[in-house]
C-alpha cells in the first residue's frame, strides 16, 4: 500500500512536470526509474511510457483548448512522428541495456547543449506564421519520431526547440505541436516496448494514474509564465535528467 501510494505521488510530481514543459514527463521518469528503482534502460522506458501517453493525451487537449492547433502543421509532424517512431522502437529492444543507457545520456546532453545556446543566442521575434512550409514538418516529425522511438520520450523534447528557433513559433505553439507529434509516436513505442516484455506495469499504472490527476496544473502554470523563464527552466530540467541518469551510467 505504502508502494502503490508512492507511485501515485511520484506520478503527479512527474505529470506536472510533464504539462508544463509539455513532454508528458516520461523524460523526468526514465532517470527516476533507473536511478531510484534501479530498472534496466529499455524497462524504464517501456514503464515510462505507460505513463507517458495519457498524460499527452490530457495535455495536448488542454493546449488544445487555450490556443487552437493547427491541424495541417499537426497532420505532417504527427503522421511521420508515428512511422519513424514505431522504427525507432523496434531498433530500441534489441540495443544492450548499458549501451542504451549511455545514449540516452549523450542524448540529454546534446538536447541541452543545444537548448542552452540558444538562451544566449539573439532570435528573430515567434511568428503566427511559419517560416517554412509543411512539407518541413514532416522532415521534423521523422527525425523526432525515431529519436523518441529509439529513446521512448514521444519525440517532443526534440521538436519544441526545432519549432521555436527554426520555425518561429511562440514556446507554448510549440509545445502544443510537439504534443501533437508525440501522441501517435508514444502509442506505437508503447505497444512496440510492451510486445517486447519491456514494461513493469506494476510501477507503470499507479504512475499513469498520478500523472492524470496532476498534469493540467503544469499546463496551467505553463500559459502563466514569461516565454524565457519557461526556456530557462526546461534547460535546467534537461541538464538535471542528463545527470541523474550519468550516476547510473
Not at 512536470?17 to 529499455?42: N, R, T
Not at 540516452?104 to 544566449?120: G, K
Amino acid at each position: 500500500m505504502i508502494e502503490l501510494a508512492m507511485y501515485l505521488v511520484l506520478g503527479a510530481a512527474l505529470g506536472t512536470v510533464g504539462g508544463l514543459f509539455g513532454i508528458g514527463g516520461g523524460l523526468i521518469a526514465i532517470p527516476v526509474l533507473g536511478v531510484l528503482f534501479g530498472l534496466d534502460q529499455q524497462i524504464a522506458q517501456g514503464t515510462a511510457l505507460v505513463m507517458v501517453v495519457p498524460n499527452v493525451m490530457l495535455a495536448l487537449w488542454r493546449y488544445h483548448q487555450r490556443n487552437r492547433i493547427e491541424l495541417r502543421h499537426a497532420l505532417p509532424l504527427a503522421s511521420m512522428g508515428f512511422c519513424f517512431a514505431w522504427l525507432g522502437s523496434i531498433w530500441a529492444v534489441g540495443i544492450d541495456a548499458q549501451v542504451m543507457r549511455i545514449g540516452f545520456v549523450a542524448f540529454l546532453v546534446a538536447l541541452s547543449s543545444y537548448n542552452l545556446l540558444r538562451m544566449f543566442m539573439a532570435s528573430a521575434k515567434p511568428s503566427a506564421q511559419m517560416r517554412y512550409p509543411w512539407p518541413w514538418l514532416g522532415v521534423l516529425g521523422a527525425a523526432s519520431g525515431a529519436m523518441g522511438g529509439l529513446f521512448g520520450v514521444g519525440g517532443a523534447v526534440v521538436a519544441t526547440p526545432v519549432l521555436t528557433s527554426l520555425f518561429g513559433t511562440t514556446q507554448v505553439v510549440a509545445q502544443g505541436l510537439s504534443l501533437a507529434l508525440a501522441l501517435p509516436s508514444t502509442g506505437v513505442t508503447l505497444v512496440t516496448y510492451a510486445l517486447h516484455q519491456q514494461v513493469n506495469w506494476n510501477i507503470a499504472l499507479p504512475l499513469a494514474a498520478g500523472g492524470l490527476l496532476s498534469i493540467s496544473w503544469g499546463v496551467k502554470i505553463a500559459h502563466a509564465m514569461p516565454e524565457r523563464l519557461l526556456r530557462g527552466l526546461f534547460c535546467a530540467f534537461l541538464v538535471l535528467c542528463a545527470v541523474m541518469l550519468a550516476f547510473k551510467v
